[in-house]
């Protein structure tokens, strides 16, 4: 099974400042899927972000941004001008057509005001 | 996208009894998945549930334990069978069309006593 890798439980950032999320996968696939989760207290899991292996772009929503370094497979989530309700549980998820979602162990994201 | 409705999204329970939770689509959808999340934890794939065949589940989870139906390409149930306090925890529906993003219900949040 692909494995998904967080390697940051806990992260802090200051309000309107900029944080980067870390993850790492093992795949032997050329072709997938991977994705950032928003997870608040209210247990709704929250597409942030989406990125298809094949693209060579990074993606971009408004504030989130990913750096998608396929060789390395490295996939991270950068939040610009963090907001109070960024903080979450985020989650990094993987899938590929013959594997069903992986997800990371998740970093909690507090923000301070 | 797909609206998922989960319920309930909480329950006290009696252990040795059994509950059934539900997952309702608002449109058709090729896969869907139960996952179990202890609070503060990744999400635990339980099972895949298959429309119109048994259920596919993943090592340490059993259909005895854990019977899923799915008799549409909209509805999924999960039943917790025979439950005891170690059953307690947040159990998540999400359903996705191949090779897209998942869309999670709101979760049930069960406690066992």
């Known amino acids: 099974a692909q494995t998904v890798t967080q390697s940051q439980p806990e992260m802090s950032v200051q309000e309107a400042e900029t944080v980067t999320l870390s993850c790492t996968y093992d795949t032997s696939e050329s072709d997938y899927y991977l994705f950032w989760y928003k997870q608040p207290p209210s247990r709704q899991m929250i597409l942030v972000i989406r990125?298809?292996?094949?693209?060579?772009q990074n993606a971009t929503e408004n504030r989130f941004s990913v750096n998608f370094q396929k060789a390395a497979k490295s996939f991270s989530l950068k939040i610009s001008d963090s907001q109070l309700g960024d903080a979450a549980m985020y989650f990094c998820?993987?899938?590929?057509?013959?594997?069903?979602?992986?997800f990371g162990a998740g970093t909690r994201l507090t923000v301070k005001p | 996208s797909a609206v998922i409705s989960q319920k309930p999204s909480r329950d006290i329970c009696q252990r040795g009894t059994s509950l059934t939770i539900q997952c309702q689509v608002d449109?058709?959808?090729?896969?869907m998945f139960w996952y179990r999340q202890q609070p503060g934890q990744s999400l635990t794939l339980i099972a895949t549930?298959?429309?119109?065949?048994?259920?596919?589940?993943e090592s340490g989870f059993v259909i005895d334990k854990f019977p899923i139906s799915r008799p549409n390409l909209t509805f999924s149930t999960l039943t917790v069978s025979n439950m005891s306090p170690e059953d307690s925890s947040i159990y998540l529906c999400?359903?996705?069309?191949?090779?897209?993003?998942?869309?999670f219900g709101q979760g049930t949040r069960l406690t066992v006593v």
């Open positions: 990125q298809e292996a094949y693209k060579q």
């Open positions: 999400s359903a996705d069309r191949v090779e897209t993003e998942a869309f």
């Open positions: 549930a298959n429309q119109g065949s048994e259920a596919t589940y």
């Open positions: 449109s058709q959808v090729t896969m």
């Open positions: 998820a993987y899938r590929s057509a013959l594997d069903d979602m992986r």
